[in-house]
């Protein structure tokens, strides 16, 4: 396990110009469009409620459309993320937005050492937790990082959409991966992403864990934050399962048979006590 880090980065460096080029991510829209927000800010922006001079703290922050977005609602935003790839792609990003935001590169768990003060807001988007072998070390990261009063969000993908088995056809849903946090990771080589893409990968392993509900809620808790908002979703911000899915708009798509029968995402609230 010890040269996951190398390797996820290697796979997300290969990512990262690929990622900015796709229609998926839209990122001339936000030049184009001073009020253009990512689809997954858009989703959520009734529960973040007003985020207006709150200093922000975006943890695996990628090319930084999440980040852009929330400095566009008034957050004064930090993106952090351990892809130096991903940050140059996130920095241009910013400067055509017209966004001041800062990008450091560091892995997720050394992030206390690598920023500066404390944070209002810790912000984690689609897509992070599983990149990362200990939700509680997440947890207390997160924590370290809070000013009193401070207010930890995360949407992410459902550890039961994690589990399924992508391969299967036939309509029904099958969980053959890992639903709770194992020691070692999983290793896959896959070469696409999750986005429209040409680009050819020469990157292509990745190392992943999931991390269940439970265990999730209860590194939270045991980080010494107080649980305030959970809910579970029945939509998903990309193509999650590759011909079982229907686009809802907005960038949201959804399993189309029974759709209810699976947690596609969830939203998680937290905040630290004064």
């Known amino acids: 396990m010890t040269d996951y880090l190398s390797i996820n980065r290697a796979n997300w460096d290969d990512r990262a110009t690929a990622h900015a080029n796709s229609p998926d991510y839209r990122v001339a829209r936000f030049a184009e469009d001073p009020a253009h927000l990512s689809d997954v800010v858009r989703f959520d922006r009734q529960r973040l409620g007003d985020v207006a001079g709150l200093r922000g703290v975006h943890l695996q922050c990628h090319i930084g459309t999440d980040t852009v977005s929330l400095s566009r609602l008034g957050a004064d935003m930090t993106g952090l993320d351990f892809s130096g790839a991903s940050l140059s792609e996130a920095r241009a990003l910013a400067v055509s937005a017209g ?66 088995d992508y391969d299967r056809t036939d309509g029904l849903l099958s969980l053959t991966e890992p639903y709770f946090e194992l020691e070692q990771p999983q290793v896959y080589d896959e070469a696409f992403t999750y986005v429209a893409t040409d680009h050819v990968f020469t990157h292509t392993v990745t190392h992943e864990w999931n991390h269940g509900i439970g265990e999730i809620i209860t590194a939270v808790l045991e980080a010494g934050l107080t649980l305030t908002g959970f809910e579970e979703h029945q939509t998903v911000p990309w193509n999650a399962l590759n011909g079982r ?3 809802l708009g907005d960038g949201e798509w959804q399993l189309a048979e029974k759709p209810a029968r699976l947690p596609h995402t969830y939203t998680l609230q937290a905040r630290k006590p004064v």
């Open 99 to 164: 966004a001041k935001i800062n990008f450091i590169q560091s892995d997720v768990y050394a992030a206390r050492d690598a920023l500066d003060g404390e944070f209002d807001l810790v912000y984690t988007g689609i897509g992070a937790l599983c990149w990362l072998p200990s939700v509680e070390r997440w947890a207390q990261t997160v924590a370290s990082l809070l000013a009193p009063g401070g207010r930890l969000f995360i949407r992410e993908g459902h550890p039961v959409l994690w589990a399924l």
């Open 245 to 247: 899915m229907r686009d």
